[in-house]
C-alpha cells in the first residue's frame, strides 16, 4: 500500500527526508489464497511458488493431484477455510449470478486484520459498501482493486478516498504482447466461424 504513496514522496518538491519506519509485508512465507483456480489462477500459482508462498485454492472443482503438487497448492473445499488463513487473498472468478457479491461483509471479516484484499476478477465479485466499512474499520489491512463496479468508480465513491487501497484501471491484460496475441485469437475464432470449422475458443461450448 506504500507504493503509490512512496512514489509521491520520492518525487516531492517538498520531501527532504526518507522516513525509517515505513514498514511493509513479507511476500516471501505468506500464505496466498486464490479464489478460482482457472487458467489464469493457476498461472498466479505459478508464479507465486517463486516466492514461496503457501497457497491455498478454492475451486468448484478441485484440481488434478498431479497439478496441485507442481504448484505446491492446498485445496479448500469451504471458501471460508481460506479466508481464515489466508495473508492475501486474490479473487480470479468469472462473474456469474453465483459470484456477484462473492465477498461481502462476512466474509471479510473472517479474514485476518492483517490481510489483504486482491480482486483481478471483476468488480461486482466484491460488496464494495462492506469493503469500504472493512477498509474504514480495520477489518483487513488493505485491498488492491484492478476492477470496480462501475468503472470508472463516480469520483465522489469514497474507495478513492481511502489510504489503504491501490486501484488501477483494469490494466490486467494492457500489455503489448497479451492485447496482440487476444486479437490474434479473436481472428482466428472469426475465420473459423467463416471456414465451418470448430471455434477454438469457443465461450459456451455445445
Known amino acids: ?17 526518507f522516513a525509517v519506519d515505513w514498514l511493509g509485508v ?3 512465507g505468506a500464505t496466498l489464497g486464490i479464489i478460482g483456480m482457472g487458467s489464469i489462477g493457476y498461472k498466479v500459482a505459478q508464479r507465486a511458488r517463486a516466492f514461496n508462498m503457501r ?10 493431484k498431479e497439478e496441485e503438487e507442481a504448484v505446491g497448492a492446498h485445496y479448500c473445499a469451504k471458501m471460508e477455510d ?11 472468478v468469472n462473474l456469474t449470478p453465483e459470484t456477484h457479491k462473492l465477498i461481502g461483509k462476512k466474509e471479510l471479516g473472517l479474514m485476518k486484520p492483517t490481510a489483504t484484499l486482491i480482486n483481478i476478477s471483476r468488480g461486482a465479485v466484491i460488496d464494495q459498501d ?7 474499520n480495520k477489518v483487513i489491512r488493505a ?9 470508472p468508480l463516480p469520483r465522489g465513491h469514497p474507495l478513492l478516498n481511502l489510504n489503504n487501497v491501490i486501484i488501477t484501471p483494469h490494466i490486467g491484460t494492457a500489455t503489448v504482447q497479451a492485447i496482440r496475441m487476444m486479437a490474434e485469437e479473436a481472428i482466428a475464432n472469426m475465420l473459423a466461424v467463416l471456414n465451418g470449422q470448430p471455434i477454438p475458443s469457443e465461450v459456451f461450448p455445445k
Not at 1 to 17: F, N, W
Not at 130 to 136: D, K, T
Not at 143 to 151: G, N, W
Open 143 to 151: 485491498a488492491a482493486l484492478d476492477v470496480t463496479y462501475p468503472e
Open 55 to 64: 497457497i491455498l485454492y478454492h475451486n468448484r472443482n478441485r484440481r488434478r
Open 1 to 17: 500500500m506504500y507504493l503509490h504513496a512512496g512514489c509521491q514522496i520520492a518525487v516531492s518538491p517538498d520531501t527532504k527526508y
Open 26 to 28: 513479507e511476500v516471501t
Open 82 to 92: 481460506l479466508l481464515q488463513q489466508s495473508d492475501f487473498v486474490m479473487l480470479v
Open 130 to 136: 462492506a469493503l469500504v466499512e472493512a477498509l474504514l
